[in-house]
C-alpha cells in the first residue's frame, strides 16, 4: 500500500496494488501494520457498506462533533464517485478547504478522512459501491452536517445534483464566523 499525503493536514490516498490472473484479481482492502500511522493505531470500530443507486446523487457533507468524532477510510468497490474531504477542525492550517478524489472499482485507491473533518461524494455511475471504515461508532447524538453547495466551500462537483436525502438537504450553511470543530 503506498500512502500519499494530500495538501489537508492528515487526509491522505492509499493506493493498492491488486494482484492479478486468470481468475480475477485479489486486492488488501486494510492492513493494520500498513496503515497505522494514518489512522494514528486507533482501532476500526464499524465497517459501513453504501449502494447509490443513481448517477450524480450525493451524500454527505457529514462529520461526528467530539466526543465521537471519527477517522473513515473509504474505498469504491464498484462503480465510480468523486469522494470529498473538508476540514472543519478549528485552528487547522488547511480549516475549510476541500480535496476531491476519484475513486473507482478499478483504481482500487482509498482517501482517509481526519477526525473533524466532513466528508462525502457524488456517484459518478449508477450502481455504486462504498465501503467505509470507521475509527468510531455512529453516535447519532454527535452527528453534523454540511450543504454540499455551501458557497463558504465551493465545492465543484462534477456533476449536477440527480438525488439527495432530505436530510442532507437541509444541513446548514456554514456561516462566516463558523470557528470550527473543537477534537
Not at 63 to 69: D, I, K, L
Not at 89 to 96: D, M, N, P
Not at 122 to 128: D, R, Y
Not at 165 to 169: H, N, Y
Given at each position: 500500500m503506498k500512502v500519499t499525503p494530500l495538501g489537508l493536514?492528515?487526509?491522505c490516498v492509499i493506493d493498492t496494488t491488486p494482484r492479478v490472473d486468470q481468475r480475477g484479481t485479489f486486492s488488501r482492502l486494510f492492513c493494520d501494520r500498513e496503515l497505522r500511522e494514518?489512522?494514528?493505531?486507533?482501532?476500526?470500530?464499524?465497517?459501513?457498506h453504501s449502494l447509490t443507486l443513481k448517477r450524480g446523487a450525493l451524500r454527505g457533507l457529514h462529520?461526528?462533533?467530539?466526543?465521537?468524532?471519527e477517522g473513515k477510510l473509504v474505498r469504491c468497490l464498484a462503480g465510480a464517485i468523486f469522494d470529498v474531504v473538508v476540514d472543519l477542525?478549528?485552528?487547522?492550517?488547511?480549516?475549510?478547504q476541500w480535496h476531491g478524489e476519484h475513486l473507482s472499482g478499478q483504481n482500487a485507491r482509498m482517501l482517509y478522512i481526519p477526525e473533524g473533518c466532513a466528508h462525502g461524494f457524488?456517484?459518478?455511475?449508477?450502481?455504486?459501491?462504498v465501503l467505509y471504515l470507521h475509527t468510531g461508532k455512529y453516535s447519532p447524538?454527535?452527528?453534523?452536517?454540511?450543504?454540499?453547495?455551501?458557497?463558504?466551500?465551493g465545492?465543484?462537483?462534477p456533476l449536477p445534483v440527480t438525488d439527495l436525502?432530505?436530510?442532507?438537504?437541509s444541513h446548514p450553511l456554514l456561516k462566516s464566523d463558523f470557528a470550527g470543530l473543537v477534537l
Open positions: 493536514d492528515g487526509a494514518v489512522h494514528h493505531g486507533k482501532p476500526i470500530v464499524q465497517i459501513n462529520f461526528q462533533r467530539s466526543p465521537a468524532v477542525r478549528r485552528g487547522s492550517g488547511t480549516f475549510l457524488q456517484a459518478l455511475e449508477a450502481n455504486v459501491e447524538s454527535h452527528e453534523g452536517g454540511v450543504r454540499h453547495d455551501d458557497p463558504l466551500l465545492i465543484d462537483w436525502s432530505d436530510r442532507d438537504g
